[in-house]
């Protein structure tokens, strides 16, 4: 499975509020709505795709986009190549509107992938590669929820919280919304996650914001990118913030860095 090259958009805006591909596209192409859109169906019907779906549509197969009652159409689309035995077995529909119910968790996902396109790693079309797969897995768990087959043993919510900050650390995170997110009352949470990781909830999650912002920054990233994956208000906060931690600001980071 690849992405083609140039052919993945993140939350792109388009002015045009009709598009027709009679023919279809040659490869397999994909489209997370975030306004109503009108579209066909599998039998070429013209039917609403409600804001917050998936639609996808094999190759050569037609397809429209008709959004004038919108202000604008707001989308992210994905063209990439795959194997049709593959596609048949996630079982998505095709050219029907899927519903995404875990919005927050599948924009993260849409963020992540992005944030690989514009990378500069000589590894960026392998990584949006397996963000792809992980996309269309994600889409199948939303149509066909499975059931934990396990009991959760004593600091397995505690690890699942840490787990789910520790990859969505452009999301400002407070001991409550940790909390919530664990079952868990706040001074519960807050003893339970010390007695167990060594730390304060609160100075792990900056630990992981340092640790990520600083391999952002070796890995080619620009300032205002990290600031946004990273949950920084300004560039002063962030400032402030690294330079507690290394010693030097991140600027002077940057710069001792390409001296190398």
């Not at 768990?141 to 840490?162: A, C, H, M, S, T």
């Amino acid at each position: 499975m690849e992405v083609s090259k140039k052919a993945y958009f993140y939350f792109k805006l388009e002015d045009e509020p009709y598009t027709d591909y009679k023919n279809g596209w040659h490869e397999w192409y994909m489209e997370y709505f975030c306004r109503e859109v009108h579209v066909f169906d599998n039998s070429g019907n013209d039917i609403i795709a409600p804001s917050g779906t998936i639609y996808l549509v094999p190759p050569n197969t037609p397809m429209y986009f008709n959004y004038e009652n919108t202000d604008k159409f707001i989308h992210t689309s994905w063209i990439f190549s795959a194997e049709r035995s593959f596609m048949d077995s996630l079982a998505i529909p095709y050219r029907t509107p899927v519903t995404i119910k875990n919005i927050d968790d599948f924009e993260l996902l849409l963020y992540e992938m992005q944030s690989r396109q514009i990378s500069q790693s000589k590894f960026s079309q392998i990584q949006q590669d397996a963000y792809l797969m992980l996309i269309l897995s994600f889409i199948h768990d939303e149509i066909y929820p499975f059931k934990k087959d396990f009991y959760l043993k004593k600091g397995d919510n505690l690890q699942q919280v840490r787990s789910t900050v520790m990859n969505s650390l452009a999301i400002h995170w407070t001991i409550n919304s940790m909390a919530e997110r664990a079952h868990m009352s706040a001074s519960t949470f807050q003893r339970q996650y010390k007695e167990l990781y060594g730390k304060t909830p609160i100075a792990d999650l900056y630990d992981m914001r340092f640790t990520k912002a600083k391999r952002l920054i070796e890995t080619g990233y620009s300032i205002p990118y990290i600031l946004h994956s990273c949950c920084f208000k300004s560039l002063q906060h962030f400032s402030a913030f690294f330079k507690k931690r290394a010693g030097i600001t991140p600027t002077a980071y940057k710069k001792q860095l390409e001296k190398k």
